[in-house]
Nanobody, 121 residues
Framework: QVQLVESGGRLVQAGGSLRLSCAAS????????MGWFRQAPGKEREIVAAINWSGSSTYYRDSVKGRFTISRDNAKNAVYLQMNSLTPEDTAVYYCAGGQFSSSGGDYHYWGQGTQVTVSS
């Protein structure tokens, strides 16, 4: 069992940066791939980025490539999402998830409660 708690979301101006963190409890954290998803009001949840258990493979949705970086520290049971050059279109609740390395939310079994990111124009 893995419990996930996100932090770092806040209001930021367009062009700014944020670093989201996800703290995981449980001794099996390093065996799971981790993903960041987001859901904006009135929109479906979408994958933002994913990283495999070792950090050797990553995935990004096209709209964040070159701006966002996902990373993990298995010694600290943590996964991060560095977000640069933010735009209002990045406004959403961001969720951390653990499961299989995939771009599909259905392959992730553990979810955090979410952290709000709001980008003002």
């Amino acid at each position: 069992q893995v419990q996930l708690v996100e932090s770092g979301g806040r209001l930021v101006q367009a062009g700014g940066s944020l670093r989201l963190s996800c703290a995981a409890s449980g001794r099996t954290f390093s065996s799971y791939a981790m993903g960041w998803f987001r859901q904006a009001p009135g929109k479906e949840r979408e994958i933002v980025a994913a990283i495999n258990w070792s950090g050797s493979s990553t995935y990004y949705r096209d709209s964040v490539k070159g701006r966002f970086t996902i990373s993990r520290d298995n010694a600290k049971n943590a996964v991060y999402l560095q977000m640069n050059s933010l735009t209002p279109e990045d406004t959403a609740v961001y969720y951390c998830a653990g499961g299989q390395f995939s771009s599909s939310g259905g392959d992730y079994h553990y979810w955090g409660q979410g952290t709000q990111v709001t980008v003002s124009s």
